[in-house]
């Protein structure tokens, strides 16, 4: 079995293996950059966090959050602000959300038992939107306060003071809580109706938030809740590629912005054959596979455009495109897998550049027919949101709808995987990650970089 996975790892490693090989092309560096000044431009000049959406108005999105604190160091080391600026904004968002109350109050606090409200009010940090107590957006909150403590190592006030706020903030979240009678982790909690009864399952992008509560040393979990996530999956065969079903690409990027899982395995995939890595991959080449033989006879769709994840949508809405009845939704989990699919003719560049790190070879020239065929997308902080070519109306024209607001959820994947692309940072970064390194052991991985067997 190990000589299987080696040799499989081994085949798969050029397409996904980061630096800057033959797959490298310069037109990364141009949409990282202006990806990354959305985080930038974006942010709260008193707080510190960053909308959910923006032009349009929105409070700030955790997990939006989660994405800047990955993106201000990518920033400081790709030269477009200086090392001391990346650390002055992080401290001053993960001071926002320390100050935050803490006493799962509906109105005036910013979260309960350490775990923070969906949604939070740019100015002060408490609950917007009369939101959930989001686990999941909580741990990509988490994932990006620990890249903060792991980068900013510095000797002066301000990097020490970074270490200490983000330490206290993970070290805070009750995630023993959060699976107190229940085989995983509840999707949530409410000051009206407690914990979510729903736990956590089957394959999507809940895996960051499991390994970083096993991985806490404070309010851990016990390892069966891995055993409980993993025993919920669904292993299919879908357009000619085997893998762990999940319909939207965010699924198989958001946990991987962070965590590397080259070479790495846990019991489930060591009997598959293969790592989350080229599991992702498989995925990504799918929804590349779907787009070709498009069987809902979208518009647009070819192989280098495609993309089916959450994202914006021109609105709930039906009528008549090319001689069928089309019904068009608002903002959805979009996406096709061998158990359900979502599609309503609308794609979203984050779901190539969340992917690009697992197959450059195809998400490279997907970004750039996007740029190239549809130039009212890309704008001042990179792409634009989603696009449909197939909802087509006097209003738009027929080029068809493009959305008008960059998501930060959708930007992060793009700005984070350039960069693990290129050379690995973020990867590398939280290897040395010790909450990290204890949840994925806790889990049961082995092997690569993790130096067990």
């Known amino acids: 079995m190990k000589t299987r996975l080696l040799i499989l790892l081994l085949a798969a490693l050029p397409a996904y293996a980061g630096g800057r090989g033959p797959a490298w092309d310069p037109f990364l560096d141009t949409l990282q950059t202006r990806t990354l000044r959305f985080f930038l431009h974006t942010a709260d000049p008193v707080t510190g966090l960053v909308p959910d959406r923006w032009p349009s108005s929105s409070p700030s999105s955790i997990a939006a959050d989660g994405f800047a604190l990955t993106c201000f160091p990518i920033a400081a080391e790709r030269g477009l602000i200086s090392r001391r600026e990346a650390a002055r904004r992080t401290l001053r968002m993960l001071s926002a959300l320390s100050a935050a109350p803490q006493d799962g109050s509906p109105v005036g606090s910013g979260g309960y038992r350490g775990l923070f409200y969906h949604f939070l009010a740019m100015a002060d940090a408490t609950r917007a939107m009369n939101c959930e107590l989001s686990t999941i957006d909580t741990a990509l909150l988490m994932a990006g306060v620990l890249v903060a403590q792991t980068y900013f190592d510095g000797k002066d006030a301000v990097e020490r003071r970074i270490r200490q706020v983000a330490d206290s903030l993970y070290r805070g979240v009750d995630w023993t809580w959060t699976a107190e009678g229940k085989k995983g982790i509840s999707f949530g909690w409410t000051p009206d109706e407690g914990l979510n009864r729903e736990c956590w399952h089957g394959y999507n992008e809940a895996m960051i938030m499991y390994i970083l509560a096993l991985g806490s040393p404070t309010h851990t979990v016990q390892p069966s809740v891995w055993e409980y996530w993993t025993s919920t999956y669904v292993w299919a065969g879908y357009y000619g590629r085997e893998f762990v079903s999940f319909g939207p690409l965010f699924g198989h990027q958001y946990s991987h912005c962070w965590i590397d899982f080259r070479g790495i395995a846990d019991p489930y995939m060591r009997a598959k054959g293969i790592d989350y890595a080229e599991n992702s991959r498989r995925a990504t080449y799918s929804q590349q596979a779907y787009a070709v033989e498009n069987p809902r006879g979208f518009r647009g769709y070819a192989n280098d455009i495609w993309g089916v994840t959450a994202c914006d949508g021109p609105g709930d809405t039906t009528f008549l495109v090319d001689g069928k009845n089309r019904r068009f939704i608002g903002y959805g989990g979009r996406g096709v897998?061998?158990?359900?699919?979502?599609?309503?003719?609308?794609?979203?560049?984050?779901?190539?550049?969340?992917?690009?790190?697992?197959?450059?070879?195809?998400?490279?020239?997907?970004?750039?027919?996007f740029r190239d065929r549809y130039p009212r997308l890309w704008s001042e902080f990179g792409f634009l949101d989603a696009f449909n070519p197939t909802y087509v109306t006097p209003a738009t024209g027929p080029a068809g709808w493009v959305d008008r607001d960059y998501l930060g959820i959708d930007q992060g994947p793009i700005a984070v995987m350039i960069e693990n692309l290129r050379n690995g940072f973020v990867w590398k970064l939280m290897r040395r990650n010790p909450n990290v390194v204890r949840g994925l052991r806790r889990a049961s991985f082995t092997g690569g970089w993790l130096g067990t067997e």
Request: proline letters at 9%; a negative charge.
């Open 337 to 369: 897998s061998f158990d359900w699919a979502l599609d309503d003719g609308t794609l979203a560049p984050t779901g190539a550049g969340g992917s690009v790190a697992f197959a450059p070879e195809i998400c490279i020239p997907a970004l750039r027919a």
